[in-house]
């Protein structure tokens, strides 16, 4: 693919597969029935190419295709979990756990909840970003009902140990809510050996369409009781209410059974393309230092330049690369990093850091030429700023 600036902030989004955008536009045009009409054939084949692509979801990540329901995305999803869960334990318990590394749809909702008299424990990370499962097991007390970690982080790439955190919490008898966004469609994601309860994600983190998510719902050992936040229908067997978005869920499922076939040689190809462009940097920018190390996504960087503001550093080469400061979704306002900070970065040196996130379209003369940029544009504002003094 060629495109002038060359695009390296795939965690924020994906460019949809054109394979994905061809099963798709039937159903913007000739195909358009409302899944929810059963009294004609065009609502019976709107019907039958969503359930199709429940099945291509719930194979990539192992589950039962009836243990899924489509949102507008994982914001949405993380939301539905969360209060959901809220709602429906509230005689059980008010305490949820969750860390302070988490995305911002997680945070909020927490936030949100702490308003409504429910009681968040948010756990503190190690320097590489990792929370410490000691910590999460004296966290848990009697009225836990709930813990929500993320699978990957979107900033640094950090992957945590789900399977332990799934294990931890299954033998406390409380529901474990992941949020898989970064994960799902990138690694291997298998939500029973992760003993996972909840699980939101979205298609257009996984060259899908913007616009649909879906969540996951246990429904047996232990069966996961939540509470609709959206009204209106009964749509999705009552949990979330609204007419299908048919295009976009078919979308969603064509991307993910391309990611089951492919995900394993595009995880290499971009593991070996990041760690060479980590080395080269490191070597050519001797301050400079990666945040967040061990077991990460194959295609993420979160890297930091002493002394070099990221935002004046990212608008210099911006007609050249698409690089961002973090996460797209911390609002119009940006902020140094509150997953930097809680790794234990102080403001000013989380405002140093950038994200590059390498994705399927990403070719290896694209990572020779954004590093070359990124080393040429550092050592520019280096030499500014000798001169300065």
Not at 125 to 135: E, S
Not at 147 to 169: C, D, F, H, R, S
Not at 296 to 325: H, M, W, Y
Not at 347 to 374: C, D, F, M, V, Y
Request: charged share 20%; with cysteine.
């Amino acid at each position: 693919m060629s495109v002038t600036p060359i695009y390296l902030d795939y965690n924020a989004t994906t460019p949809c597969d054109q394979r994905v955008v061809d099963v798709m536009l039937p159903y913007f045009t000739s195909q358009f029935g409302n899944a929810s009409s059963g009294d004609h054939s065009f609502g019976w084949m709107a019907k039958e190419a969503v359930e199709q692509a429940r099945e291509q979801i719930a194979n990539l990540i192992h589950v039962s295709p009836k243990q899924l329901i489509f949102t507008s995305g994982a914001t949405e999803a993380v939301n539905l979990a969360l209060k959901g869960i809220a709602e429906a334990c509230i005689s059980k318990g008010n305490h949820l756990i969750t860390s302070k590394v988490e995305h911002q749809a997680v945070l909020d909702t927490c936030a949100y909840l702490e308003t409504k008299g429910f009681i968040v424990t948010y756990l503190d990370v190690d320097a590489n970003g990792r929370i410490a499962l000691n910590q999460l097991k004296e966290a848990i007390n009697t009225k836990t009902i709930c813990i929500a970690l993320m699978y990957a982080n979107n900033e640094t790439g950090i992957i945590n140990p789900v399977k332990q955190i799934g294990a931890l919490a299954r033998r406390h008898g409380v529901y474990f809510m992941c949020d898989a966004t970064q994960a799902v469609g990138k690694i291997p994601v298998d939500v029973e050996q992760d003993f996972i309860d909840l699980m939101a994600f979205s298609a257009h983190k996984m060259y899908g369409p913007k616009g649909v998510g879906a969540l996951f719902v246990r429904n047996v050992n232990p069966k996961v009781e939540i509470l609709q936040q959206q009204h209106g229908g009964g749509h999705e067997k009552g949990y979330r209410s609204g007419t299908l978005n048919t295009a976009g869920i078919v979308g969603f499922g064509k991307a993910a059974a391309i990611c089951q076939e492919e995900m394993q040689e595009d995880s290499r190809r971009l593991l070996k393309l990041r760690e060479e462009m980590e080395v080269i940097l490191l070597q050519e920018i001797q301050e400079a230092f990666i945040n967040g190390k061990g077991e990460k996504l194959p295609q993420t960087c979160n890297i930091s330049f002493p002394g070099i503001d990221s935002e004046q550093l990212l608008l210099t080469i911006s007609k050249d690369v698409a690089l961002s400061r973090g996460s797209a979704c911390s609002g119009i306002v940006q902020r140094p990093s509150h997953v930097l900070q809680a790794m234990g970065l102080k403001p000013t040196a989380a405002h140093n850091a950038i994200r590059i996130s390498l994705g399927r379209q990403t070719s290896e003369q694209e990572i020779k030429l954004a590093t070359a940029t990124l080393i040429a544009a550092v050592r520019q504002f280096t030499v500014k700023s000798e001169q300065v003094f």
